[in-house]
């Protein structure tokens, strides 16, 4: 099958706001057909979360209060990647800062861009086993709580839409496929 290259050319670039989590950029930018356009975009560094499964088989969740949605979310731990830090040794930080636990077991399952229109943001994705509690180490400012949840209730959560958080869904639906032995694993790490 033949595609149109449809590439865009940066032009000029300038950050129109820059934060701790984020930069937010405006680019005016050549289309392929010779047009200009501007695009706003956010730079993130990207992001890990953690499937954590339990030796009983239920699932080690989050559940916390989430500002701009204002709301209370459930969601399998997560955290933003470190300038200069491998992706796994994120997942291993978050895991143990958010729920105390340490896990023996790291399988890579995906790489999702939850927003592509919009962002640069990435999210890697590991399966963790093996799971041993050692402690929470919460940052400041940070409040959540944890829960063992059966991977049936998670689906009847995304189902009812009581799980709306992108990253998660797509957790739940990977771990679905791998505990039915329809996906053996993730494919090679990026």
């Not at 200069?84 to 636990?101: D, F, H, K, Q, V």
Request: overall charge negative; proline content about 3%; hydrophobic content about 40%.
């Amino acid at each position: 099958m033949k595609h149109t290259d449809l590439t865009e050319t940066q032009l000029a670039s300038e950050t129109v706001f820059q934060g701790k989590l984020l930069r937010v950029k405006r680019d005016t930018v050549r289309l392929h057909d010779g047009q200009t356009a501007t695009r706003e975009y956010i730079e993130h560094n990207g992001a890990v979360m953690v499937i954590p499964v339990l030796n009983s088989g239920e699932l080690l969740m989050e559940r916390q209060y989430r500002y701009a949605m204002s709301r209370h979310c459930l969601e399998f731990p997560a955290g933003k990647i470190d300038a200069g830090e491998a992706p796994l040794a994120t997942g291993r930080r978050e895991l143990l800062e958010e729920t105390g636990y340490v896990a023996g077991e790291w399988t890579y399952l995906a790489t999702i861009h939850p927003t592509v229109a919009y962002s640069t943001e990435r999210i890697l994705i590991y399966l963790a086993r093996g799971l041993r509690h050692e402690g929470s180490q919460l940052d400041a400012g940070e409040h959540l709580e944890t829960l063992h949840v059966s991977l049936e209730a998670l689906l009847e959560l995304v189902r009812s839409g009581e799980i709306t958080d992108v990253k998660t869904v797509i957790g739940v639906f990977w771990l679905e496929k791998l505990l039915r032995g329809e996906w053996l694993g993730g494919p090679a790490l990026p």
